[in-house]
């Protein structure tokens, strides 16, 4: 993924030299949208193959949300984090009939936590600290609509982000 996005980033700069970033940040850019297409297609796809398009795309969809909210774990490589999110979203979703009985402490879980931990954002995204309330409310709101809407997929994919958030390993301040 790497190499593409930096054989697609250099075509870029060579076509319009003047105007575009440079190759090191249309390439960092780039590989970030063509990692989440992977993920995306071929959740997708499994989704489509397996009959469970719609349990897949809702996971990856609510989870992908309260991520943008409340930060979380980051793998090392955009390998490992496309291969781990592809499996997360399509065998997740089938155990979700497992805890229909229990989405309401699952629930409970995802809320403590958003309370407690969020958000938790990547040390690069230079999120000013001063909206971190606004984002934390907004991750406890998401995570409080499942009360309503009562869906085990989404329950899942919340506390599966949820888990995410906790600083399990000690950050170093910069």
Known sequence: MNTLSHK??????????EETYSVEIMQYSLGIILNTLVIFITTAVIGLLTGNFAEFMTFLLSCSIL?????????KTA??????????CTLVPYIFS???????LIN?????????????????????EKIFPFLKLVSVLLVSLNFFI???????????QSL???PWIRREKP
């Open 164 to 166: 995410t958030v906790i």
């Open 98 to 104: 497992f805890f229909e009985m229990n989405l309401t």
């Open 67 to 75: 991520r943008l909210t409340s930060g979380g774990f980051h793998l």
């Open 79 to 88: 390998r490992a984090c496309n291969i781990f999110s592809v499996l997360l």
């Open 108 to 128: 409970m879980a995802s809320l403590f936590i958003m309370l407690l931990f969020s958000p938790n954002p990547d040390k690069n995204a230079r999120i000013p």
């Open 150 to 160: 009562h869906s085990s997929v989404i329950g899942l994919a919340f506390i599966v």
């Open 8 to 17: 697609i980033a250099v075509a870029i700069k060579q076509a319009n030299p």
